[in-house]
């Protein structure tokens, strides 16, 4: 069973999200993580975090962002589906950059996973989530 982590990024400095936070959440769930890196501002450094993050799961997909194109947010659905195309996972889990997954729900998660790994009436797992917010 492989699993793939993914999500999309442009400008997480410049706007305070916590990323490098996000993806060590999900690292050791996941074999890959996939992450559609924007292109960024020149006095971001986006990339740099990822960086110093220094694991061989991580896998970037440079893009531009087209917001004429995909106008009123739907550049990020457009993000999203770029890096889910590229995660060669059974199992797929999407995080967004300002999300993450605590650390004692990964062994609950991981056997989910496998319970389910053959089932092919499941397409998905749901979560409980807390949003916080100010």
């Not at 020149?42 to 990339?47: G, I």
Request: aromatic share 10%; hydrophobic share 40%; glycine share 4%.
């Amino acid at each position: 069973m492989v699993v793939s982590g993914f999500t999309f990024i442009k400008n997480a400095s410049k706007l305070y999200i916590p990323l490098r936070e996000s993806i060590l959440s999900v690292l050791p769930l996941v074999d890959e993580f996939v992450i559609a890196v924007g292109n960024n501002d020149e006095d971001d450094t986006t990339l740099a975090i990822i960086e110093s993050i220094d694991s061989d799961k991580i896998k970037l997909i440079h893009t531009v962002w087209n917001t004429e194109k995909y106008n009123k947010n739907t550049e990020f659905a457009h993000q999203t589906d770029i890096a889910k195309e590229a995660c060669t996972g059974d199992w797929l889990i999407y995080i967004q950059a300002d999300e993450a997954i605590h650390e004692e729900d990964h062994d609950t998660i991981k056997l989910a996973l496998n319970h389910y790994k053959d089932d092919n009436s499941i397409d998905g797992l749901m979560f409980k989530y807390r949003h916080f917010w100010g």
